[in-house]
T-cell receptor, first 116, second 113 residues
Framework: EAGVAQSPRYKIIEKRQSVAFWCNPI?????LYWYQQILGQGPKLLIQ????????DSQLPKDRFSAERLKGVDSTLKIQPAKLEDSAVYLC??????????????FGEGSRLTVL | DQQVKQNSPSLSVQEGRISILNCDYT??????FLWYKKYPAEGPTFLIS?????DKNEDGRFTVFLNKSAKHLSLHIVPSQPGDSAVYFC????????????FGTGTRLTVIP
């Protein structure tokens, strides 16, 4: 079974530039998450989708971050304009069904962003 | 506000001995707890979980203990193996339907051969 796919793996940009990350969840997984992991910290949820609808985006800095999950499969996370403090690994995860809470999320390898 | 805390950033253990990783939480609404393991340049992978109705869950060499009154859980690895060297994250959920996980800051375990 293919895992969660993310791209690009690494991205270096200058502040005020924009960047986009892509995620393809495990086939059949209805719930998709974007987490931000800053160096030395644990992952922090940015946004959660159930199919193509947003369940929770309370921690998403909406002035600069946006995310979409068209057709309820792939998702993109965009940052525009980027700030130095956005340097982090952006992890995409998926799970089978909202509320089917084994709590087991399957994570991708992450996209490491460096903002100079 | 860090609701899940792992106060030991690192731990070194000899191969074959027991590794004990600790985690504390502050939110009394949390009722499901998980441990994730992370190797460099990889995403976290699920290791073991425990529901608040239990105080212990075992899976092979891994055992998680939950002390609800102390808001504390621990992961025991016996015997420790060099392949266990990784960063371990504790996570918690309140299962209110959002299925959001709150993660600790991680503990880097090094198992010395």
């Amino acid at each position: 079974e293919a895992g969660v796919a993310q791209s690009p793996r690494y991205k270096i940009i200058e502040k005020r530039q924009s960047v986009a990350f892509w995620c393809n969840p495990i086939s059949g997984h209805a719930t998709l998450y974007w987490y931000q992991q800053i160096l030395g910290q644990g992952p922090k949820l940015l946004i959660q989708f159930q199919n193509n609808g947003v369940v929770d985006d309370s921690q998403l800095p909406k002035d600069r971050f946006s995310a979409e999950r068209l057709k309820g499969v792939d998702s993109t996370l965009k940052i525009q304009p980027a700030k130095l403090e956005d340097s982090a690994v952006y992890l995409c995860a998926s799970s089978l069904v909202l509320g089917e809470s084994t709590g087991e999320l399957f994570f991708g390898e992450g996209s490491r962003l460096t903002v100079l | 506000d860090q609701q899940v805390k792992q106060n030991s950033p690192s731990l070194s253990v000899q191969e074959g001995r027991i590794s004990i990783l600790n985690c504390d939480y502050t939110n009394s609404m949390f009722d499901y707890f998980l441990w994730y393991k992370k190797y460099p340049a990889e995403g976290p992978t699920f290791l073991i979980s425990i529901s608040s109705i239990k105080d212990k869950n075992e899976d092979g060499r891994f055992t998680v203990f939950l002390n609800k009154s102390a808001k504390h859980l621990s992961l025991h690895i016996v015997p420790s193996q060099p392949g266990d060297s990784a960063v371990y994250f504790c996570a918690a959920s309140d299962q209110t339907g959002a299925n959001n996980l709150f993660f600790g800051t991680g503990t880097r375990l090094t198992v010395i051969p």
